[in-house]
């Protein structure tokens, strides 16, 4: 892995897109989430962390030399919100880990089967009647095409989805609890459609990430990783623990774009 400080001017000038992961790259970590659920309502508390105003300022200097992509494991609702007070027509989001993609204001995502959301939903009403008796598990974040329950790392779950669905989901741990879902659509693989779908190459979309949900999609871009210990690719960027990542990149970039 080299410094990003290393990269050259022919690499920098061949990029099209930024694609940033969200949590504990460019947002502070730590969504909390608590779900009630009883007889006749549920009742979901949820808390996110935001985007700082100087780091909005410097995404709409960035927009005027890339398109910015967001890509996350979170909801298309919480992606549109996040970034709204950049948003336009040029802003690509890719949410629930490469499942739904708003790109020129227009949103696609693959179809699945009737089994697969029965699989969902099989796994939701076994982890729901764990939650009874289970003070580790605290709720269920709204999703469409994944599943994401936020809990403690508990083998439990991981188990869960091999006796419902063998091996044709993947339970990735977050840091905050498991996303769920399907192993034919990932961060990557929806690089890789964006890229065909812009007619470029994949190497001219930089991808950033910290985690493992990011993994592939650092190595089908021009990745940048800000948590190298846990996650390769191609560069590295250093901060502090009090840094964000993804901030300290676009500076980076903004300095070479300016001048
Ligand atoms: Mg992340």
Known sequence: MKDIKEITKEELDTIKIITFDIDGVIAPVGTIIKETIDEDSIDLYMESKKLSNKFIEDLNKLEKYV????????????????TNQIFDKETI??????????????????????????QLRDLKEKIKELKKTDQRIRGFEPKLFILTVHC????????????????????????????????????????????????ISSKQIMTTGNNYNDAEMLQVGIGVTVDPKRVEAEYFINHKPDELGGELLVKFLLEYFEK
Request: charged share 25%; proline share 3%; glycine share 6%.
């Open 93 to 118: 989001l890719q949410a629930e880990n490469g499942n739904i993609t708003w790109v020129d204001n227009k949103i696609t995502h693959p179809e699945y089967p009737d089994e697969y959301f029965n």
């Open 67 to 82: 398109r910015l992509n967001f890509s996350s494991g979170r909801n298309i609702l919480y992606l549109k919100t996040l």
């Open 152 to 199: 403690e790392e508990m083998e439990e779950i991981p188990n869960l989805v091999k006796q419902v669905a063998g091996d044709d989901l993947y339970c990735l741990w977050t840091n905050e609890g498991y996303d769920i879902g399907s192993k034919l659509m990932s961060k990557g693989k929806a690089i890789e459609i964006l890229a065909r779908a812009m007619n």
